[in-house]
């Protein structure tokens, strides 16, 4: 199974995704369209390789609309790259119930709230002139963390639901329109973005 990149300018081999195991593509997600349908297996088996290497200096942002979470203190990962300098976002776990965790080569993010069982858009946004990590939640300002210098670099991809062998998004979770941007989106741009409803 695979579903297609649709960044306006995707790196070479990068088109579209390859989905593994028990995940599938359906359901409802933004503006009525499909959504991945999480499994709540482990992502040794399970998970969608986004065949891109997350690599990049200066600032960026990940934006990404979820749906029916799982909103306990059990640990399911969104996204990562574990050769990004163990690259990650989860809910449960440290980050406690009904929140996610941004954490890599940073100090972490926490986004309270995050993990809903709504339609939730969550972003980070890594602004390197400024020094910080700005987290926001549905358009919303609800995080800084003041950062150092970030540079992301690896020799493996990025996975979306899953994180090295653990869990990836929990038996229903669904997760839609994942963006990585290589600069800092204002608040106004996010604010465009912050769209909630299925």
């Known amino acids: 199974k695979s579903v297609p990149n649709y960044a306006s300018n995707p790196p070479s081999g990068t088109s579209s995704a ?35 290497k997350t690599t990049t200096t200066g600032s960026w942002t990940i934006t990404f609309w979820t749906s029916n979470l799982d909103s306990t203190t059990t640990l399911y990962y969104l996204f990562s790259d574990i050769n990004a300098s163990a690259f990650r976002c989860f809910s449960g776990g440290v980050a406690g119930s009904k929140n996610l965790l941004l954490r890599g080569p940073f100090n972490d993010v926490l986004v309270t709230g995050g993990a809903a069982k709504g339609p ?24 800084s963390v003041s ?15 899953g994180y090295n062998s653990l869990n990836g998004l929990n038996i229903g979770g669904l997760m839609d329109e994942f ?9 106004t741009d996010i604010a465009k973005l912050s769209y909630t409803g299925s």
Not at 19 to 37: D, F, K, M, P
Not at 124 to 142: C, E, M, R
Not at 147 to 161: A, R, V
Not at 179 to 187: C, G, I, P, V
Request: proline share 0%; with cysteine.
């Open 147 to 161: 950062q150092g210098t970030i540079n992301l670099s690896s020799t493996g991809t990025l996975i979306l639901s």
């Open 18 to 52: 390859t989905v593994y195991g028990a995940l599938a593509i359906g359901s409802t997600g933004t503006c009525n369209s499909s959504a991945l349908i999480g499994s709540g297996n482990t992502s040794n088996t399970d998970y969608i390789d986004t065949k891109w």
């Open 179 to 187: 963006r990585f941007y290589k600069r800092a989106l204002s608040a």
């Open 120 to 143: 939730t858009v969550t972003a980070f946004v890594y602004d390197s002139t400024a020094g910080y990590i700005y987290a926001y939640l549905n358009g919303k300002l609800v995080n």
